[in-house]
């Protein structure tokens, strides 16, 4: 017998089951096929709730009357007005707590929503329709919002307010990010350079609302 051998399998065997297995890639919720990072997402906008696609569920998904109108696809949409900056009186009227806020229309309880990130995930907060008019009613971006599948991401920094129309499903990747690396009360120095990252990545790929942009 080659004990040289035996011992470096048995080796590599003890290492191996040592070793965490690699993750298994993502599903789609409808077909089960594997999915590629970056797949798309439906909302159940009955459960509210994120639903992995893959390409051709997605398209079915998109056809009008599809499953009763239960799911929806989520757009790949990345908007900013340059002209319409939102000032820091919004914090202050629609009583924000925190710096960093999403801020979307749940078209089944026909109901404004914040969200705030945070250790914990993500804290829901229902919004004043007369106070969102005080602020955002002249907003365009606001105008542009399509319920339950986007939402408007903000946050307040240095004396000024970003904010970009996004992918509903991008505001819950903030949110995994940021509970990887929270610290303390206020998320830390790695929450803040995380925020900072991920903004960075929103400038660079949102583009100027057009004119003629509507929901």
Do not use: K
Request: with cysteine; proline share 7%; aromatic share 8%.
């Amino acid at each position: 017998m080659n004990t040289r051998r035996v011992s470096r399998d048995g080796t590599a065997l003890l290492r191996r089951r040592r070793e965490p297995a690699p993750p298994r890639p993502e599903q789609c919720g409808f077909c089960g096929r594997d999915l590629p990072p970056g797949h798309r997402h439906l909302v159940d906008v009955e459960e509210r709730a994120l639903a992995c696609t893959c390409t051709a569920c997605g398209l079915l998904f998109q056809q009008p009357g599809a499953a009763g109108g239960r799911f929806r696809t989520v757009p790949d949409r990345y908007l900013a007005d340059p002209d319409g900056a939102v000032d820091e009186r919004l914090w202050s009227v629609l009583g924000i707590p925190v710096g960093t806020a999403f801020l979307f229309r749940n078209a089944v309880l026909d109901q404004l929503l914040a969200f705030y990130p945070g250790p914990a995930g993500a804290t829901e907060s229902e919004l004043d329709e007369d106070a969102w008019e005080r602020v955002l009613g002249g907003s365009r971006l606001a105008a542009a919002l399509e319920p339950d599948v986007e939402a408007l991401l903000l946050r307040r920094t240095d004396g000024r307010v970003e904010c970009y129309l996004v992918p509903i499903d991008v505001c819950y990747e903030l949110v995994g990010r940021l509970r990887l690396c929270w610290h303390g009360f206020d998320g830390g120095a790695e929450a803040r350079a995380e925020l900072d990252a991920f903004f960075g990545r929103l400038a660079d790929r949102a583009r100027p609302l057009p004119a003629e942009v509507t929901a």
